[in-house]
Structures are given as structure tokens and as C-alpha cells.
């Protein structure tokens, strides 16, 4: 199977927290990391977790890492029009300095 | 955070030519990688750009379609040779800067070829 996986799409209200979840496989990742793509542009890093730690709040975008089930999620607090777009999850290998990416989901965020 | 630019940022080419990408960083960086992404797909690993030396490619991807040039630390070329439809991608420079371990994305390029 593919090595980071996401589901493709989540659609909440404005207002509402949404969740993102991520699964990865390979246990030896030492970083983990979330993007933000909006239509046309580049990937935009928004924030990222070192494998040792368990949680990583930045304002409203919170990151939990499950380690044992290889278990990453990004929630967006008080989620806006302007958080529309595709978030992809990604993992550096202990080896190395690639990244390997998840498929992304797309967030919509109905008014 | 490390800013980043690429020219040009669109393109549109005839099968058979060639089109080289440039990528430039406004600080020294460690690693600069070269991505692709197809239409509507996640991002794929080209190469990895070695400053004075020949980039290490990922498999799949060969120097003779895509050749990479890092001339110094903070610029970077990818070439797509003798062009195809299926080259059609948005093709984005990447970097990991000295001391740090956040990993920044160019805007990208966007390549059509007809």
C-alpha cells in the first residue's frame, strides 16, 4: 500500500473545527509535516512535529502525533472560508532527507 | 522561512522542445529537490540537486529527460527535455535550509505542453 495515506475530502461549516487525519507506515519517520495548497499555488508549510513529541498547537492549527498506530492528525479551530483548499500530510524517513507525501485531502469550508 | 522563486511560472510548449525551470533561494540552503505534480495528484520526488555534482535521481526519473544543474547554494535549474503531453505537471523546487528542519516549496511551475 502507499506509504502516507489521507482520506480526499472533508467538508465542514464555518465556524466548526476540522480534523484531518493521516496514516504513515514507516516507524523510523523523524518528521512529520502538514501543507496547505489553494488552487493554483504552491504548497505553503504550516507546521510540523518531531516524532518524539505527542502534540503541537500553533493559534488555531493543532497537531497530534499517535506513534504506536502511526497516526498524525492536523485540527483547525474556528475553521474559515479561507482554509479552503488541499492539505497534505508528509514524512521524512530516518534516512535521508526525502519527503514522502500523502494523496492530500480537500478541505471545503461551507459559509 | 526561506523565500523562494521560479521562473517562469507558466508555460505553454510544443511536444519535442525542452524547458528549462530555474529556481532561486534568498538564503544559503542545505538540500534543494526537484517535485513534480501531476494534475490533481500529490507531489513526486525527481532528484535531489547537488551543489558542484550530478543530482541524485529517484526512480523513475533519469538525467537524460530531466538534467539538473546547482551551480552554488542558492540556485538551482531542472530542465524537462524533448517534451511529451504527459510531461504536463506543475514542477516545484523545494529547499531545507541550514540548521533547521522545515522543508519550503517554491510557488511552482506550471508546464503545458501541446
Known amino acids: 500500500g502507499e506509504d502516507v495515506e489521507q482520506s480526499l475530502f472533508l467538508s465542514v461549516r464555518e465556524g466548526d473545527s476540522s480534523v484531518i487525519n493521516c496514516t504513515y507506515t514507516d516507524s523510523s519517520s523523524t518528521y512529520l509535516y502538514w501543507y496547505k495548497q489553494e488552487p493554483g499555488a504552491g504548497l505553503q508549510l504550516l507546521t510540523y512535529i518531531f516524532s518524539n513529541m505527542d502534540m503541537k498547537q500553533d493559534q488555531r492549527l493543532t497537531v497530534l502525533l499517535n506513534k504506536k498506530d502511526k497516526h498524525l492528525s492536523l485540527r483547525i479551530a474556528d475553521t474559515q472560508t479561507g482554509d479552503s483548499a488541499i492539505y497534505f500530510c508528509a514524512e521524512r524517513k530516518n534516512a535521508g532527507n526525502m519527503l514522502t507525501f500523502g494523496g492530500g485531502t480537500r478541505l471545503m469550508v461551507k459559509p | 522561512s526561506a523565500v523562494i522563486s521560479q521562473k517562469p511560472s507558466r508555460d505553454i510548449c510544443q511536444r519535442g522542445t525542452s524547458l528549462t525551470i530555474q529556481c532561486q533561494v534568498d538564503s544559503q540552503v542545505t538540500m534543494m529537490f526537484w517535485y513534480r505534480q501531476q494534475p490533481g495528484q500529490s507531489l513526486t520526488l525527481i532528484a535531489t540537486a547537488n551543489q558542484g555534482s550530478e543530482a541524485t535521481y529517484e526512480s523513475g526519473f533519469v538525467i537524460d529527460k530531466f538534467p539538473i544543474s546547482r551551480p552554488n547554494l542558492t540556485f538551482s535549474t531542472l530542465t524537462v527535455s524533448n517534451m511529451s503531453p504527459e510531461d504536463s505537471s506543475i514542477y516545484l523546487c523545494?529547499?531545507?535550509?541550514?540548521?533547521?528542519?522545515?522543508?519550503?516549496f517554491g510557488p511552482g511551475t506550471r508546464l503545458t505542453v501541446t
Open positions: 523545494s529547499v531545507v535550509t541550514v540548521g533547521r528542519h522545515e522543508q519550503y
